[in-house]
């Protein structure tokens, strides 16, 4: 059973609008949260994280919200860019960093210019 | 430095053939993992090490399955044998130490079984 859900497999959004991507759990004892960002024929990299004990965390045009009450994390970028067009991976971690990551299966972000 | 260094970079085989993958992790990295990318379960972790130790396994999918990692700067991972369903691309990532999640990936090796 998937612990972490990336429930839509692709998204497209116009240039300079929002994109929000989504991401839910299952495991309560998740307490650390991570966004990868993949393109093709490359290995994902880090690109945001949010400690339980925070609800939010920015960084330029990049922020990530964490609702522990209903299991949620969400990724908005804003303004896109083309050049986020890429494969984006939720991850989770439990036991305060004594556990490796557990991904979510992908959202495919398509930025139109 | 040059990062995680997988190989080879593409892998097309036979099914019943053996199959090694390899990875170099960044050096001074204590922490390495093998994770699979398929459609179906995105990416899944098969196993990791802790300063060469294999700390679990519990993802490694049957016993064709068998990983490797004899010093801190080369891990195996081994299907014998290969099948079709197999085919995915496998990712080797390390990290300094266990709980540092910037974690870095290889540009992973897209298996094929025929």
């Known amino acids: 059973d998937q612990q972490v859900k990336q429930n839509s497999p692709s998204l497209s959004v116009q240039e300079g609008r929002i994109s929000i991507l989504n991401c839910d759990y299952t495991?309560?004892?998740?307490?650390?949260f991570l966004w990868y960002k993949k393109y093709p024929a490359e290995g994902p990299t880090f690109l945001i994280s949010?400690?339980?004990?925070?609800d939010k965390n920015e960084d330029g045009r990049f922020t990530v919200f964490l609702n522990k009450s209903a299991k949620h994390l969400s990724l908005h970028i804003v303004p896109s860019q083309p050049g986020d067009s890429a494969v984006y991976f939720c991850?989770?971690?439990?036991?305060?960093?004594?556990?490796?990551?557990?991904f979510g299966k992908g959202t495919r972000l398509s930025v139109i210019a | 430095d040059a990062g995680v260094i997988q190989s080879p970079r593409h892998e097309v085989t036979e099914m019943g053939q053996e199959v090694t993958l390899r990875c170099k992790p960044i050096?001074?990295?204590?922490?390495l993992f093998w994770y699979r990318q398929t459609m179906m379960r995105g990416l899944e972790l098969l196993i990791y090490?802790?300063?060469?130790?294999?700390?679990?396994d519990s993802g490694m999918p049957e016993d064709r399955f068998s990983a490797k990692m004899p010093n801190a700067s080369f891990s195996t991972l081994k299907i014998q044998p290969s099948e079709p369903r197999d085919s995915a691309v496998y990712f080797c990532?390390?990290?300094?130490?266990?709980?540092?999640?910037?974690?870095?990936f290889g540009s992973g090796t897209r298996l094929t079984v025929v």
């Open positions: 990532a390390s990290t300094p130490r266990v709980g540092y999640y910037g974690y870095t």
């Open positions: 495991n309560s004892m998740f307490d650390y």
């Open positions: 949010i400690s339980s004990i925070k």
């Open positions: 991850a989770a971690s439990a036991g305060r960093g004594n556990t490796p990551l557990v």
């Open positions: 050096s001074g990295h204590n922490s």
């Open positions: 090490f802790n300063n060469n130790v294999p700390i679990d």
